[in-house]
């Protein structure tokens, strides 16, 4: 084994030990040591097999190191959420880039389902790992049981 550059999210931390994710092919890496990263980072590094078996990994170089604030919110998507969300079936998914950097994700489900979309939404790993792809420090989930919509914003700051 060679030698690995990329971004990686952190999906599990302890003392002695880390396990990062590639957020471009999903390919799991445990790490042999923490060098003190925290679940939700998001690195910007190299990663290398660690001898003599290597089946574990060490962090040998950091790029950049962020973390990604994952947030709960209680405020109702905005109107322009729910615009995207009007000509949307239940169960569909409207994408749209925001102006700079950043996407908006917008969800049409049962009304009786937001709560446990929602939480779907911020339990799963591929949500920090498609923030790290964009670029995001933020994910704000938004919801409205009354319209159905709930609303996922990756955004840069």
Avoid: C
């Avoid at 952190?10 to 925290?38: C, F, K, M, W, Y």
């Avoid at 569909?92 to 994700?105: F, K, M, P, S």
């Avoid at 049409?108 to 929602?118: F, I, L, N, Q």
């Amino acid at each position: 084994m060679t030698e690995k550059t990329g971004t990686f999210v952190v999906t599990h931390a302890e003392s002695e030990s880390a396990v990062v994710r590639d957020v471009e092919t999903a390919q799991i890496h445990t790490l042999a040591s923490n060098p003190g990263l925290e679940v939700h980072d998001v690195l910007e590094a190299t990663v290398a097999p660690e001898p003599p078996l290597e089946v574990a990994w060490q962090v040998i170089d950091v790029a950049e190191r962020r973390s990604i604030d994952l947030v709960d919110s209680d405020l109702e998507p905005t109107q322009h959420a729910t615009d995207l969300a009007a000509d949307a079936e239940v169960g569909d998914l409207v994408q749209e880039e925001r102006a700079g950097t950043g996407e908006i994700h917008v969800f049409r489900v049962p009304d009786d389902e937001v709560e446990a979309a929602a939480e779907d939404v911020l339990e799963d790993e591929e949500t920090i790992a498609r923030a790290a792809r964009l670029e995001a420090v933020r994910v704000e989930v938004r919801r409205s049981a009354d319209s159905g919509v709930l609303s996922v914003r990756y955004l840069p700051d």
